[in-house]
């Protein structure tokens, strides 16, 4: 009771020493202490706690402090947050000065982030979720959202894409709208800003690759520092957007013990991500951070995802078409080279498809030895001139001739830059290819190898023909390849000793024998394909080594494929006897073939056997063309009667020009119907009056015509007497 009491002696003195200095101060500084405490407009006053009017018993408020708690309240409904600063004191009296109080203000990216979330939770204000809420009524709330978000993203586009260099900073804004948290227009925003970002970049982005420059202690105009800073600021977003589209593709990319299920929305978004990074690979091969672009594609060219691979290897073959300057491309085989290698080449064929767009036509793996002889040769001669020539005259025109050819020399220093890579590029892929033969097992994979290795076989050194060939004998051997594999194997045989390796001591009789036996295996169903394949390796194995092929084997090879026109598609069937015209052409004995007359030749054809030098295919005649006349398509009928009448350039049977000039390859292109398009076009058919029909009818006998209208005559009695 004593501390109470003593507590409470001590408050009152408080109190009265506070009313003592309450008298002190005059009512002008009491008035703007009063409102300095109210608004906190100095630090010292964010403790000071006013609690309104004191009780009564302790001292009574005049008129003045009891409207304090109304002043405080009218100043705290304040918009606007003002700070006082020290008064001004004149004869007037104390005169309040303020300013706004910036300190509360919010920074840009937080308003941003304001902005963003307010428009988030338009539904959420507008929607009471405590009643059942009609499933229009959410649709249209975010339709209205979703419009919106457009807007906003269109907006931004429009000015990176109006002025670069003043609106960069809206790419950031974009990059946000990628990590859309809405769950009302989750994905639908998030592809939005992906595309926008993609065609953004695709149109702002330059042709060179933009590198860091230091320039400590270098003054730079105002001019080139912006542009630095714009360059800068470009990659930084350019960046952090492959960044985005790395994580979103991933998700297509499962490793081993990785079970998780995604969404549909979330593979959707993910192909458009892959969708992205190719087009920007496409359409800036030679910008930065375009080799970690490639490194991210390449794995999709062995996805599970068909839709996926076919993404990828459109993109890389359009890149491999493209590249002139063959730079990209062998950056490209490496990482290709090195995932192959991680993956022990058990990889989709796809991956190995995009060799085959690559164009080798014109490499010497040899050449750069030829280009260090020849640069040796020129400075020999030009210091043999130095020491040798006596006369000034005579001697510096030998100089300018050398001179000349020495700057010759260093003008093409580009072109030699692109052979080297084309040559490194052709040794990466033929050491995939050789690979490939000696360990892979994989049908698929092994059969686009061999088709590269046709395609590029001229490009092989020939100390390798010997080996190559013997190691394609060897697969044709096995029992595990199909019949399209050992196609491929032959027409890679052939290519080799129809070119460079013809001098080669190799006897290709077995390789006539395999290509014989499976001619008849093709037909216009599924293996339709497979015939362009057969026409490129007949026309390395009878028309460029027709010096070399004996003629029993020519007329067993031409009957065969005469029977084979019958059983294809028009194209496949134009393509046969393309080349049965070209072989009459260059061989005139082929003509017995027309000769139906059989008491003539060395047997009984037998067309059953499989080595084409004892068919006896001279006892026989090429009876197919009688079919083939009288076929559907009218240029398979005119290369018909074109052979039947023994190849005329001229007069009866000869072929118009526009169909003579034509390759077997081109004639199987250019009337294939892949694309539903008939080949001459079909005439429409005229207009004709319909006949007209006998109101008569003419009866042979008359007692049966009288029976006839007898029997007529009382059908219609009896519906008459119905009615």
Request: glycine fraction near 4%.
């Amino acid at each position: 009771m004593g501390k109470l009491q003593h507590s409470e002696s001590e408050e009152e003195n408080d109190s009265d020493y506070g009313e003592d200095m309450l008298e002190m101060v005059e009512e002008d500084d009491l008035d703007f202490l009063k409102n300095a405490i109210t608004s906190k407009s100095y630090n010292i006053f964010n403790k000071v706690k006013y609690s309104g009017a004191p009780k009564p018993k302790r001292r009574r408020l005049n008129n003045e402090d009891s409207d304090l708690e109304k002043e405080f309240e009218e100043q705290t409904v304040e918009d606007t947050p003002m700070k006082n600063l020290l008064p001004i004191k004149t004869k007037f009296g104390i005169v309040p000065q303020q300013i706004e109080d910036e300190s509360g203000e919010k920074s840009e990216d937080e308003a941003e982030e304001d902005e963003t979330q307010e428009q988030f939770d338009l539904v959420d204000d507008k929607i009471d979720i405590s009643k059942p809420i009609p499933a229009a009524h959410l649709l249209a709330e975010r339709q209205k959202v979703l419009r919106e978000k457009k807007i906003h993203i269109g907006t931004l586009s429009a000015g990176v894409l109006e002025n670069p260099e003043e609106k960069v900073t809206n790419l950031r804004t974009l990059l946000k709208l990628m990590d859309e948290e809405s769950s009302e227009v989750f994905f639908t925003v998030r592809k939005l800003a992906t595309v926008s970002l993609l065609e953004v970049f695709k149109d702002v982005l330059p042709s060179y690759e933009i590198k860091k420059v230091n320039n400590d202690g270098v003054k730079l105009k105002k001019d080139t520092l912006k542009l630095q800073k714009y360059e800068e600021s470009l990659v930084q977003y350019y960046k952090k957007f492959l960044q985005k589209l790395e994580k979103n593709s991933s998700v297509l990319l499962k490793k081993k013990g990785d079970t998780r299920k995604f969404h549909e929305e979330e593979i959707k978004l993910a192909e458009l991500a892959v969708q992205a990074l190719c087009d920007l690979l496409v359409a800036h091969p030679y910008f930065n951070y375009a080799q970690n672009i490639a490194q991210a594609v390449v794995p999709f060219l062995n996805n599970v995802r068909s839709n996926i691979r076919e993404i990828a290897k459109n993109a890389i073959r359009t890149v491999f078409k493209e590249d002139k300057r063959e730079e990209i491309i062998l950056k490209i085989l490496r990482i290709i080279n090195a995932y192959l290698k991680n993956r022990a080449h058990n990889v989709h064929p796809d991956m190995l498809e995009t060799f085959l767009v690559l164009n080798l036509r014109d490499v010497n793996l040899d050449e750069e030895k030829e280009q260090d002889i020849k640069q040796k040769k020129l400075m020999a001669r030009k210091q043999k001139v130095l020491q040798m020539s006596k006369k000034e005259r005579k001697r510096k025109k030998k100089l300018q001739m050398l001179e000349q050819e020495l700057l010759e020399t260093k003008a093409e220093e580009n072109k030699q830059s692109k052979q080297r890579n084309l040559t490194e590029i052709t040794k990466i892929v033929f050491g995939v290819y050789f690979r490939i033969l000696k360990s892979s097992t994989n049908n698929k994979v092994l059969g686009v190898c061999l088709e590269g290795l046709a395609k590029f076989s001229h490009c092989i050194n020939i100390e390798y023909y010997l080996d190559l060939v013997n190691i394609l004998d060897n697969l044709l051997k096995e029992e595990w390849i199909g019949y399209r594999e050992q196609l491929h194997c032959v027409q890679t045989v052939f290519s080799i000793l129809s070119g460079q390796g013809e001098a080669l001591n190799v006897d290709p009789t077995r390789f006539y024998t395999n290509l014989y036996k499976g001619l008849l295996t093709t037909n216009a169903s599924k293996n339709h394909s497979n015939f362009l394949i057969l026409l490129k390796t007949l026309n390395d194995a009878l028309i460029k080594r027709r010096k070399k092929i004996t003629n029993k084997r020519t007329l067993s090879f031409v009957k065969r494929l005469a029977t084979l026109s019958l059983q294809l598609l028009h194209n496949g069937s134009l393509g046969s006897l393309g080349l049965i015209k070209n072989i009459m052409q260059l061989n005139r004995t082929v003509d017995i073939l027309l000769d139906l007359d059989n008491s003539f030749g060395d047997g009984k054809y037998q067309p059953e056997l499989e080595d084409p030098e004892y068919a006896n295919a001279s006892s026989t005649g090429l009876y197919e063309l009688n079919l083939l006349v009288r076929h559907y398509h009218p240029v398979v009928t005119k290369y018909a009667r074109n052979i039947a009448f023994g190849v005329p350039a001229t007069g009866e049977g000869s072929l118009d020009p526009e169909y003579a000039k034509c390759t077997p390859e081109q004639l199987y292109h250019d009337f294939d119907m892949c694309e539903m398009a008939f080949n001459p076009p079909v005439p429409v058919p005229k207009k004709v009056a319909p006949k007209e029909k006998h109101q008569k009818h003419l009866f042979a006998d008359s007692a049966f015509e009288s029976q006839c209208k007898s029997i007529v005559r009382a059908h219609l009695k009896r519906k008459a007497s119905f009615l």
